[in-house]
């Protein structure tokens, strides 16, 4: 396996990734505004043939479009979009370490404070890799988050600077 940052021309096999295994799809300008914006912070997975079989697509966020409503939406922090892996290349450590490397790269390179991240309540395998594994802590319930109406926890991490 390999592990390496995402590059535009990597965008349809994302793309594909996220479509086989997620119900949350997005359109393609969505994909491109983000490895153009944070070109340091998206990362891949390519099997031992090129193949990408994993990403993190994520961003910064400095509250500088945001309303004031308390301390955290002055702060620059991280959020994670997407994750996805393809179901045979899981259980390999993968989405973990892509996730590792993205929160280095906010906290070293933007000096993020934290990163944050939505997950369906039903997906217990992903809440076991945020809390148990990474670190993360519930910070609220968001009702009807998801288009088909289930909740998200929405997590964060505390990141050293």
Known sequence: MNI???K???LPS??????QNLPENYLMKFWMYHILSWPQISFVAEDHKGRIV?????KIDNG???EPKDSEKTEIHGHVNSISVLRSYRRLGL???LMILSQEAMST????SFVSLHVRKSNKPAIALYRDSLGFRV??????YYGDGEDALSMRLDLVI
């Open 64 to 66: 500088e479009y945001d």
């Open 54 to 58: 994993g990403y993190v697509l994520a």
């Open 8 to 10: 535009p021309e990597d």
């Open 4 to 6: 390496r940052l995402a």
């Open 95 to 97: 989405a973990r370490k």
């Open 14 to 19: 994302i793309q594909a990734t996220n479509l």
């Open 139 to 144: 910070a609220k319930v968001e009702q009807k």
């Open 109 to 112: 390179i933007y000096k993020a």
